[in-house]
């Protein structure tokens, strides 16, 4: 194993992990509110381990929704996943079987980002810093969300703390770490626009998956920039 990718890697996370667990500790106090259990909490984090749809599923266990559109609406919000992965494939060639399952598993918006970006500026993907940034955010995730639940009581109303905020803020600084890409602003604008048509003549949480689309739709309409980033799978694959 590559001793400076897993110390990379871990490095990496930790600052994701830190900047990611209040908006865990949220989750936490708002599932509990919503009529789970500490251990429900954390089961559903330890293996769903998304933190958006977890939201959306608790807001509509606590509404009693019906559980065929609990799951679709959980589906809706992940299913920006599906794009994530296919983008990041021509990246991750050189795992194993069992290594793509583990990477899948923890494939989080900031790990595709940040895996996309190692690939594209020749720095390359390797399954041992892939697991140590994947890792350091996964346990956090789990510790934090216990935490929220177990004391989310005291919290009172997020929204005094400012914590709803956290989620929206946090996306856009992933968005914008992409905004020198070729196509970034049309994209972004084309689905801002569907996202918002959506909310309002098809309702949430089916915006944020046809607001993706849109935006996939114009960028496949776009011209290729003149040069595309060669990808690395693995640098030191020889």
Do not use: C
């Amino acid at each position: 194993m590559k001793r400076e990718d897993i110390i990379d890697g871990l490095k990496g996370g930790a600052i994701i992990a830190i900047s990611s667990a209040p908006f865990a500790i949220l989750f936490g106090a708002v599932a509990v509110d919503n009529g789970l259990s500490v251990l429900d909490a954390a089961i559903m984090s330890a293996t769903v381990y998304a933190g958006a749809s977890q939201l959306v599923g608790i807001e509509l266990f606590g509404h009693h929704g019906a559980p065929w559109l609990i799951v679709l609406s959980v589906f809706a919000v992940n299913f920006r996943h599906i794009l994530y992965s296919a983008a990041l494939t021509r990246f991750i060639t050189h795992f194993s079987p069992v290594q793509k399952f583990f990477a899948f598993f923890l494939l989080t918006d900031p790990q595709f980002a940040e895996s996309v970006k190692r690939g594209e500026d020749g720095r390359g993907v390797s399954f041992e810093w892939y697991l140590g940034f994947g890792l350091s955010i996964y346990f956090p995730w789990l510790f934090f969300s216990t935490v929220g639940a177990w004391f989310g009581s005291m919290m009172g109303d997020p929204r005094t703390l400012a914590i709803d905020v956290l989620l929206p803020t946090y996306f856009m600084g992933l968005v914008l770490g992409f905004r020198r890409r070729s196509g970034f602003y049309p994209v972004v604008l084309a689905s801002t626009l569907g996202s918002i048509a959506a909310y309002h003549f098809v309702g949430s949480p089916w915006h944020v998956s046809i607001g993706a689309a849109v935006g996939v739709a114009v960028a496949a309409l776009l011209p290729l920039p003149a040069s595309e980033p060669e990808p690395m799978a693995e640098k030191a694959e020889a």
